[in-house]
Every structure is written in structure tokens, then in C-alpha cells.
């Protein structure tokens, strides 16, 4: 196993977000007649099923929803790693949008880097990317002043 087989598959229905993560900027699907927001990504408008769904930019901030720190590894790829924490964000902009990562120290920070006791569920973060390849680059989370 490389580190390449951890990697997402980039498609044509999530090809927009992560161009949005190679740029530095989360986007979500919305859909145009409601407003209502979307991710995962999907073929198909959840809201407004005949009307394609756009793509819209976030602000890039949110809060702890939820977090784990996986013992043993579920991956070989991060026996090296651990203990490392895996979290999932609710996003400002609608808290029932919620995307996964992990928290980082600081930008380029190795996912191990904020220990897990040191996170708080609700804690307000913001989003970092790390660029992984020339094509993907994902997000990882930092604590932001309140």
C-alpha cells in the first residue's frame, strides 16, 4: 500500500471541491431553489432533484462537531502516526454541512501534531489545506480565536 491508495478518486460530480481545495477555498453544492447546502457531493440535487445544484464557496470556519483518535490504525500508512485525532466540522455557514479532517498545530502540521485531549467538542476552527499531490491537496483544521 503507497500513500497514493489513500488518496480520494477524483470524479466528475467532486471534481469542483477538490479544485476548490487545490485554491485554498471550500465549496459545497447548493442548490440554486432553496439555498439549502450539500457534501457530500452528489449527482443529483437533494432538494431540488430537476435542477442541478451549483457550487458555492464557505467561509472556511466552523466548529468540533465530533472526534476520535483511532487506536490501533486502522491504515498501515499512519502506524507511524499515532495516536492522531480525526475530526468532523460543522460548518458555520449550516451546521447540519459537516466535513471531516483532522485538527493540525498550524498549517503543514503532521496530523498528530494537537494532541486529544487538548479537543474540545464546539471549539471554533478554521480550515488549512495540505497539499498531498499536484492534483489534491486536503483539509485539515486549526483552532481559531474565539
Not at 97 to 109: F, K, M, Q
Not at 132 to 143: A, H, N
Amino acid at each position: 500500500m503507497t500513500e497514493e491508495t489513500l488518496l480520494p478518486h477524483i470524479d466528475e460530480v467532486n471534481a469542483p471541491f477538490w479544485e476548490g481545495c487545490r485554491e485554498g477555498v471550500l465549496r459545497v453544492q447548493q442548490c440554486p431553489a432553496t439555498g439549502r447546502l450539500m457534501f457530500p457531493p452528489r449527482p443529483v440535487n437533494s432538494w431540488t432533484p430537476g435542477m442541478p445544484a451549483v457550487w458555492t464557496e464557505l467561509s472556511g470556519r466552523g466548529r468540533i462537531w465530533s472526534v476520535i483518535e483511532p487506536h490501533p490504525p486502522l491504515m498501515l500508512n499512519f502506524t507511524g502516526l499515532a495516536p492522531y485525532n480525526a475530526i468532523v466540522v460543522e460548518v458555520e455557514e449550516d451546521p447540519t454541512i459537516r466535513i471531516p479532517g483532522n485538527l493540525v498545530a498550524g498549517a503543514g502540521a503532521a496530523i498528530n501534531s494537537v494532541a486529544y485531549d487538548d479537543i474540545a467538542i464546539g471549539a471554533a476552527v478554521e480550515v488549512v489545506f495540505e497539499q498531498m499531490t499536484r492534483e489534491i491537496s486536503l483539509p485539515r483544521w486549526v483552532l481559531r480565536d474565539a
